[in-house]
């Protein structure tokens, strides 16, 4: 919807409000929002696909994952697989070169596996006994074995040191973190191998192996380590060398180069990003000292205690605290005690403190600490050093500053164990025992904001006890400067700030939010002033956001135990309402005594027909927002009314019962960290004054949304301009919701009072809101919720007048204006055909009788489903799977989960063979790829696009259309061959109409109904589905309530289907396809 205004009318006239989520950016564009005549110029949605995958409640939950998760782990297995060819190739030739090996034409791989196989039959016939079936399994550990204490033919040693090659064990590298490498469980395994072969007296691994039965005890499937294959190298190496006078020094060299040499890892300092206040230099490791001490001196300087009396202290000067007695002794006294552990917990800190808890009527009243609120458990310390200690002792401690900070650079430096232990040695004259220890120790990983460079500018004043903010704004004085003023949003990689950001979610989000700003600038000019909101999924991270889903999972468990509980002493289901559950959890947590009065809460009393008891805000409502549980408690309904609009500390404080108040709020239960927030809110003397309150409601502190406040910040040199204005605010949302609802703006897109979520403009809806609060909004919620408690209504906010007149027939039209728009992706670059390889066309009969070819492939048994029985290729097995299936329900999936169940073959020696995998028959049509012995056939996968074809009568009119479907694989070819990606050729025969792929827009009209935008999400070789521009349900529900738009060839031509695009701004323009 637009307005009838000219750019000159709206420049710097309009505000804009922005909804930014993962897979969506809703706007909308007020004019003088804050004048007596505001209008709506217009609002929009571009909705595109996540920088991640998963639906928007696996982002959410914190289950997404980067696209580029799927290709990446593809690309790590071929590149091992080319890597270990090439070796392997590599080592061939120099065992030929050396005469170990026979000649051969060529060392490709089909060439190696024969040559290989025919050394085998002839070794087998030289060195084992015919009837010896189980040396004929391992006869390459035979060798490796024989070859510790006889002379083994040139092809026999070749044979041994080339099965050496083949698998060479685990290497650690020191610079991949613990969690990847899963050391704990490797290592073990390895430890295990190596007591195992020590108590059967086995000096090498290929000796060890050599003397199992693989029938009885696995050999492959072990953890082995690198340094296994070396030593036994080295032996069969000084064992033969005594036989062939040309194993020499030279070719020993030459041989283990080819068989163990380790390519470096690829340097990942480009990756690293730039410090915020050196913008050329690089952020310094995590665990590097200067990190460490800055990490560590910056939380004691933030650090604040608070006594049980409610006052608050600080170690350093601070205008609005106390200083603690003896501050500056006790200080250096936490800093010193931080330097030499990892972390410290409040309880510790408090004793290096002194904090002694306070006796009152027999309870024990603690000290708290500020960074409790945030759910933390202490201070982390310096963990490189403390490290070091455990590990070094005296030694560590008898270093002097300098040599600390030198030594933790360089064992930050290495990658391999090895070449870090002989520098230990060598370089700081470390014991081997000690030096093993030290390269065994795992760091923090990852970086700070800052560099070296910076942090040195900065230790000196935190040292002095200085606050960051002070430290930075002394030392870097330049980095409070106004930015230069830009006319539209430069790319993101352009914005020093956010050149590093790595969040794939976040980089698509505001890749899409500059188009649509930019397309906005460029119809209206600049906004007057710009109001953001983030989704949760944006502005946390991935492990934060799993924990606040785990949160809500526990908390759902509660409520369950709550309804049952209800239901157990009430006996009936009209009480299990979701205040009185909300009730029910709040009894548990108080311990079913009023905080306020000590009154005793029973069942009856709580939730009965006439209760007793109320759920009242600690802080009001009306000065907090605050309806989260952390801000709840019960109050008896005669006390709550005394209590009224005022904090607890307000009502009591002065009283004498304000000690026993805090001693039942000490006794919750629960946990800690929510106990420790409930009773700082009780103890709260002193509530944000109108403006703070205001400024908090209206500004988001999370980092991403301070990147994203940066980012739009561009257009105005700055958050706040030049002359002290602020241009770009990043409300944290809570107040949106509020205002939706008592706007009744959720009536617009559906009935209840309930947000529809199910259509997408309401995100335009939610951005309009954004566009509209500002601090008048804030005070005139504030109000309606006061009111609302002065009334004792169980609703948080009395009646709130609209924004003008009219308001809601606004919003309507603009709403019904609306047309969403979406980022298509056309590009080829994906997956070009299944991973799946199928075997060569094979003859068979088909089910009419005529010939025809299919395709085998393996399956494993629980993958199969039950069609695919019948498909298996050889009978003796198809029965023996038929068999078993009869035998556990008929369902292969579960029938088969259970290896125990597998079938399995008895060879004529009594020998069990069991069945894990089938070949079947498959009847699809795959492309060919590859030539020669690379040769293989795989079925083209995802489609790319689909060609919309009108077949023509004699006169060269529409008889009917037809879809010509496009793989990607065929579109990659035809680009490849210099073609057109879109075949648009007609003929006397077929006229091409447009072409289809996923995100593109059609307007269609079906019959009974008008003219609709629709939107592809999904085309096969006979049909394509659509869905209205606007609608957000995921297929699961549309296909539920039988709401899916599917059309073949005949539907789309009767519909009179044109093809459209829809720019940003969700304006219809000709595809012109």
């Known amino acids: 919807m637009s307005a009838p205004f000219s750019k000159g009318e709206t420049e710097n006239r309009y505000r804009l409000g922005l909804d930014l989520g993962s897979g969506s950016v809703g706007w909308a564009a007020v004019l003088d929002a804050d004048g007596d005549s505001p209008k709506i110029l217009g609002m929009g949605v571009r909705r595109f696909e996540a920088g991640v995958t998963g639906s928007t409640d696996e982002i959410e939950a914190g289950k997404d994952k980067s696209r580029a998760t799927a290709r990446r782990d593809a690309r790590g297995p071929r590149r091992q697989t080319w890597r270990r060819q090439y070796r392997l190739r590599k080592v061939f030739r120099v065992l030929q070169r050396l005469g170990l090996l026979p000649e051969s034409d060529d060392d490709s791989h089909d060439t190696r596996n024969r040559v290989i196989a025919d050394l085998d039959c002839q070794l087998r016939t030289e060195y084992l006994a015919e009837a010896d079936h189980v040396a004929h399994q391992v006869l390459p550990y035979r060798l490796r074995a024989a070859a510790l204490d006889e002379k083994l033919s040139r092809f026999a040693l070749g044979r041994a040191l080339y099965h050496l090659a083949q698998r060479r064990g685990f290497l650690s590298n020191r610079k991949a973190s613990k969690k990847d490498e899963d050391t704990g469980v490797v290592k073990a395994g390895i430890r295990e191998l190596s007591e195992e072969m020590e108590r059967k007296g086995c000096r090498t691994l290929g000796e060890y192996f050599a003397s199992l039965d693989p029938e009885q005890q696995k050999i492959r499937g072990r953890w082995t380590a690198r340094q296994m294959y070396v030593d036994e190298f080295e032996q069969i190496w000084a064992a033969q060398s005594k036989h062939y006078g040309d194993l020499n020094a030279e070719n020993h060299e030459l041989l283990c180069d080819a068989i163990f040499r380790q390519r470096k890892l690829k340097s990942q300092k480009g990756l690293i990003g730039a410090c915020e206040l050196e913008p050329s230099k690089r952020r310094a490791p995590a665990a590097s000292m200067e990190y460490q001490e800055f990490r560590l001196l910056q939380r004691v300087n933030d650090l604040v205690m608070i006594d049980p009396g409610n006052r608050k202290y600080s170690l350093i000067g601070k205008d609005d605290l106390e200083l603690l007695p003896e501050a500056a002794a006790k200080r250096k006294a936490l800093i010193a005690a931080l330097q030499e552990a990892e972390s410290l917990t409040f309880a510790k800190i408090s004793k290096i403190l002194g904090l002694k808890a306070e006796k009152r009527d027999g309870e024990s009243i603690k000290w708290t600490f500020n960074l409790q609120e945030g759910g933390e458990k202490g201070i982390k310390g310096n963990t490189t050093a403390a490290k070091l200690r455990g590990v070094l002792g005296d030694r560590w401690t008898g270093l002097s500053e300098e040599d600390k900070y030198r030594l933790v650079d360089e064992i930050l430096s290495f990658e391999t164990e090895e070449v870090l232990v002989r520098r230990l040695m060598r370089g700081w004259q470390l014991p081997e025992k000690e030096a093993k220890e030290v390269a065994d120790i795992h760091f923090e990983q990852g970086y700070g904001s800052l560099s070296r460079k910076a942090i040195r500018a900065l230790l000196p004043a935190l040292q002095r006890g200085i606050p960051y903010a002070t430290a930075r704004d002394e030392a870097y004085p330049e980095a409070k400067t106004v930015e230069i003023v830009l006319e539209s949003l430069p790319a993101k990689h352009k914005c020093n700030r956010l050149r590093d950001v790595r969040n794939p979610a976040v980089e698509r989000a505001l890749s899409e939010l500059r188009l649509v700003v930019n397309s906005l600038i460029r119809k209206y000019g600049k906004p007057e002033s710009i109001r953001v909101e983030l989704t949760r999924e944006l502005k946390h991270s991935r492990e934060r956001r799993k924990k606040m889903t785990e949160r809500n999972r526990k908390n759902e468990g509660f409520r369950s135990d709550a309804r049952a509980k209800i239901l157990k002493e009430m006996g009936h289901e009209r009480y299990c309402t979701a205040y009185n559950i909300l009730k029910v959890r709040l009894a548990e947590e108080c311990n079913w005594e009023c905080p306020y009065t000590g009154r005793s809460i029973g069942m009856a009393n709580l939730v009965g027909d006439n209760p007793q008891f109320e759920v009242e805000h600690i802080v009001p409502f009306s000065r907090s927002f605050d309806n989260s549980f952390a801000n709840k408690t019960l109050c008896y309904h005669e006390e709550n009314r005394?209590?009224?609009?005022?904090?607890?500390?307000?009502?009591?404080?002065?009283?004498?019962?304000?000690?026993?108040?805090?001693?039942?709020?000490?006794?919750?239960?629960?946990?800690?960290?929510?106990?420790?927030?409930?009773?700082?809110?009780?103890?709260?003397?002193?509530?944000?004054?109108?403006?703070?309150?205001?400024?908090?409601?209206?500004?988001?502190?999370?980092?991403?949304?301070?990147l994203a406040a940066e980012y739009m910040g561009l257009l105005y040199?700055?958050?706040?301009?030049?002359?002290?204005?602020?241009?770009?605010?990043?409300?944290?949302?809570?107040?949106?919701?509020?205002?939706?609802?008592?706007?009744?703006?959720?009536?617009?897109?559906?009935?209840?009072?309930?947000?529809?979520?199910?259509?997408?403009?309401?995100?335009?809806?939610?951005?309009?809101?954004?566009?509209?609060?500002?601090?008048?909004?804030?005070?005139?919620?504030?109000?309606?919720?006061?009111?609302?408690?002065?009334?004792?209504?169980?609703?948080?906010?009395?009646?709130?007048?609209?924004?003008?007149?009219?308001?809601?027939?606004?919003?309507?039209?603009?709403?019904?204006?609306?047309?969403?728009?979406?980022?298509?992706?056309?590009?080829?670059?994906?997956?070009?055909?299944?991973?799946?390889?199928?075997?060569?066309?094979?003859?068979?009969?088909?089910?009419?009788?005529?010939?025809?070819?299919?395709?085998?492939?393996?399956?494993?048994?629980?993958?199969?489903?039950?069609?695919?029985?019948?498909?298996?290729?050889?009978?003796?097995?198809?029965?023996?799977?038929?068999?078993?299936?009869?035998?556990?329900?008929?369902?292969?999936g579960k029938a088969f989960q259970d290896a125990g169940n597998h079938p399995y073959f008895r060879s004529k020696d009594g020998r069990v063979i069991p069945i894990h995998k089938v070949r079947i028959r498959k009847s699809d049509k795959p492309v060919e790829i590859g030539t020669g012995s690379k040769r293989r056939y795989v079925n083209p996968g995802a489609n790319h696009h689909l060609e919309v074809m009108a077949v023509l009568d004699q006169n060269g009119n529409e008889k009917r259309w037809v879809y010509r479907i496009v793989s990607r694989f065929e579109a990659v070819g035809r680009k490849n061959r210099g073609e057109a990606i879109i075949s648009c050729v007609s003929d006397k025969k077929e006229r091409f109409k447009f072409s289809l792929s996923g995100g593109e827009y059609v307007i269609m009209r079906f019959e009974g109904d008008d003219e609709r935008l629709y939107r592809v999400t999904g085309i096969t070789q006979s049909e394509v589905e659509f869905v209205l521009h606007c609608d957000a349900r995921p297929i699961t529900v549309r296909k539920k309530e039988g709401e899916r738009i599917r059309c073949k060839p005949g539907r789309l031509m009767n519909s009179g289907a044109r093809k459209v695009t829809v720019d940003p701004l969700g304006n219809i323009l000709p595809a012109n396809d």
């Open 642 to 706: 005394t209590k009224s609009n005022r904090t607890p500390f307000e009502a009591y404080g002065h009283s004498e019962r304000w000690d026993e108040i805090l001693r039942r709020v000490g006794r919750f239960r629960g946990e800690r960290s929510l106990v420790a927030r409930k009773l700082d809110l009780f103890k709260r003397e002193k509530l944000d004054d109108t403006e703070e309150f205001t400024n908090r409601q209206l500004t988001d502190t999370a980092y991403m949304s301070r």
């Open 717 to 892: 040199g700055g958050r706040i301009d030049a002359e002290g204005t602020a241009r770009v605010r990043v409300s944290p949302g809570r107040v949106t919701s509020y205002l939706r609802r008592e706007w009744d703006l959720n009536k617009i897109l559906g009935v209840s009072d309930e947000k529809e979520r199910g259509d997408h403009r309401h995100h335009a809806i939610d951005a309009l809101v954004i566009a509209l609060t500002g601090a008048s909004e804030i005070q005139t919620l504030s109000r309606a919720a006061e009111k609302a408690e002065a009334q004792n209504q169980h609703r948080l906010f009395m009646a709130v007048d609209q924004p003008w007149d009219g308001f809601l027939s606004d919003v309507f039209t603009g709403v019904e204006g609306i047309n969403v728009s979406s980022r298509v992706s056309r590009k080829l670059n994906g997956q070009l055909h299944d991973a799946t390889i199928l075997s060569p066309p094979k003859p068979a009969v088909g089910k009419d009788g005529k010939p025809t070819q299919v395709h085998h492939v393996r399956k494993k048994l629980e993958s199969l489903t039950k069609n695919m029985v019948d498909d298996i290729v050889d009978d003796r097995v198809r029965e023996l799977v038929k068999e078993k299936l009869d035998a556990f329900g008929g369902d292969p």
